[in-house]
């Protein structure tokens, strides 16, 4: 049985005692954290440092963003060696804002994926159609290729160590949420996807995260789903009380008490 994660990415949002005061809320409500949900924080790559700081925290830290080079003469770049020394566990890869904005290829996802797992930080490896490839009834082919490019050429071992998060880019900030079919059924075919090419313990074993527009609201219903290990929560993540919503709402059926 896979148990559950909570990740919030945070992205560009936040000055350090805005951080500081959700990561603090956070620590006063981890007693009503269920025990079997794994939490992560994705937060400015600038306030990582702070972060960890915090004593005993209930949650892992994780980038956002890494280069796909350890060292050198990258200006503005962050390493994940230079992560990996801080002791973060976890590096968001791929998600939708990089490779629109910042015009990440498949092939640079690639190799910042190499780049983590050599540095023993897990990927979250992200990917999702736009709504044009879902209106074209395209997205299944999408998703097999991101998988394909960034993922396939890893051994079974190294593979297991990545999360994939499931993002469909309509999704993502806009409120539209894709209901817990839609998710279950693309979750489902990753799965498929990770068993024909890793075999069945590797699929098993991989987590698979949804992530667009979860709320409070929505979250208990979508992680229901038997291959939805979970959530990548973005503007949720960044009011507390929310997000301990979902984090709770993530419990398995045995531990919620009412
Ligand atoms: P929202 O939850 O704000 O839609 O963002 C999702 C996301 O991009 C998480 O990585």
Redesign the pocket.
């Known amino acids: 049985m896979r148990t559950k994660i909570v990740a919030g990415?945070w992205k560009m949002n936040k000055n350090l005692d805005e951080a500081m005061e959700l990561a603090v809320e956070l620590q006063e409500h981890q007693s009503d954290f269920p025990s079997d949900v794994q939490v992560i924080i994705a937060p400015p790559a600038i306030y990582l440092a702070n972060l960890e700081m915090i004593d005993e925290p209930c949650y892992q830290l994780s980038a956002q963003n890494c280069s796909h080079h350890d060292y050198g003469a990258f200006t503005g770049e962050i390493s994940p060696a230079q992560l990996r020394h801080m002791g973060i566990k976890y590096c968001i890869l791929g998600?939708s804002e990089r490779r629109q904005y910042f015009h990440e290829t498949d092939e640079l996802i690639a190799s910042k994926v190499d780049a983590c797992l050599r540095n023993e930080i897990s990927p979250i490896f992200c990917c999702g159609e736009m709504l044009e490839e879902r209106k074209a009834n395209t997205h299944f082919v999408t998703v097999l290729h991101q998988l394909e490019k960034a993922l396939f050429h890893l051994d079974k071992k190294d593979m297991s160590k990545v999360i994939v998060a499931y993002?469909p880019v309509w999704?993502?900030?806009t409120g539209v949420t894709a209901s817990s079919n839609e998710a279950q059924e693309m979750h489902a075919f990753i799965r498929e996807t990770l068993r024909n090419h890793f075999g069945v313990e590797v699929a098993e074993q991989v987590k698979i995260l949804y992530?667009?527009?979860?709320n409070a609201g929505n979250s208990a219903e979508l992680f229901s789903n038997p291959d939805v290990d979970g959530g990548?929560?973005?503007?949720?993540s960044l009011k507390a009380r929310d997000f301990i919503s979902i984090i709770k709402s993530a419990a398995m059926p045995s531990q919620i008490e009412d």
């Open positions: 990415n998600h993002e999704a993502i900030g992530g667009g527009s979860v990548l929560v973005g503007g949720a």
